[in-house]
């Protein structure tokens, strides 16, 4: 192993330990790390990471927007690298962090991409059914929106982490922060039919034995691109032309809330955010909330 691969083996443990970060948040970390070190081989840039230079990392980033990469994928591998070199300085394997001041091009932060209220009540009518898949999957819309938790906080999710007598959700976000989160009868409903007529049958089925609440059709655990499949097979059977994506039910969770006079710091713990910065590109209104503002304020609407 490298003297750079075996920095790395160290970075990566650390998040990991330490950190403890999320499996996909290390390989992600891991993915930029190798991008970097590969592009300095190919480019004739530094040979160690202990060599790179100010004008290495001026390279480095034309490169990454000449290749066009989105600013929100720029940013974070910039602090990928930043962690990495702020980690390899605590442990005097260099000296210096050649992207502790790297300033990225500014653009205006896009609003993040919902569902109004007609459309998910299109993608509950798309869940109806009797049969195992339509009420696990109706079990699943309901619990994602219900409570805005993740995809890798809903594959995570055990059936100890339920509480049906006080309608709560035990989260478990990332950095190992647990919130509860409260959730709806209609959820409640959801899951018990849920658990009743088709995980418990599935596990028995299969001969599974786990705590994990959502399964597939062998009563596995549910994956993060199980839970994406299944809601784009939902989209499919619905009325929508559109594409889905897990994160867009926590969005449209967040939007629902604020459009409805709930308190930004009630979102925000809500969310899990550990920054209120982080919860206020939710404070953008829809067109239906601005309509019903205009004619019940406004003297002469």
Request: hydrophobic share 35%; net charge neutral.
């Amino acid at each position: 192993m490298s003297l750079e691969q075996h920095w790395i083996s160290d970075f990566k443990r650390y998040l990991q330990v330490e950190r403890q970060y999320s499996g996909e948040t290390l390989k992600a970390y891991g993915e930029d790390l190798e991008l970097f070190k590969r592009f300095l081989l190919e480019n004739g840039g530094a040979q160690s990471f202990a060599d790179v230079s100010n004008f290495d990392v001026h390279v480095y980033m034309g490169y990454l927007y000449d290749q066009q990469y989105k600013t929100t994928t720029i940013s974070r591998m910039v602090s990928s690298l930043r962690s990495f070199y702020r980690f390899l300085m605590k442990n005097e394997y260099v000296n210096d962090n050649p992207f502790a001041y790297v300033q990225l091009k500014r653009q205006p932060r896009s609003l993040p991409h919902f569902f109004y209220e007609k459309e998910m009540n299109a993608l509950f009518e798309a869940t109806r059914g009797d049969d195992w898949r339509s009420l696990r999957d109706y079990a699943l819309l309901e619990s994602l929106y219900a409570t805005g938790m993740r995809v890798s906080e809903c594959t995570g999710l055990t059936i100890k982490d339920i509480d049906f007598s006080t309608q709560t959700m035990l989260l478990h976000g990332k950095g190992s922060k647990d919130r509860y989160v409260p959730f709806g009868r209609f959820c409640k409903d959801a899951l018990l039919v849920y658990f009743e007529q088709v995980r418990t049958p599935l596990m028995t089925k299969h001969q599974q034995c786990h705590d994990y609440v959502f399964v597939n059709q062998h009563g596995a655990p549910l994956t993060a691109a199980g839970v994406a499949y299944i809601l784009n097979q939902i989209v499919k059977r619905s009325s929508l032309t559109t594409t889905i994506h897990p994160h867009e039910l926590r969005h449209t969770f967040a939007t629902h809330l604020m459009s409805n006079g709930a308190d930004l710091r009630a979102v925000q713990e809500l969310l899990g955010h550990s920054s209120l910065s982080t919860t206020q590109i939710y404070t953008h209104v829809t067109p239906e909330h601005l309509q019903r503002d205009y004619r019940k304020y406004f003297p002469r609407a």
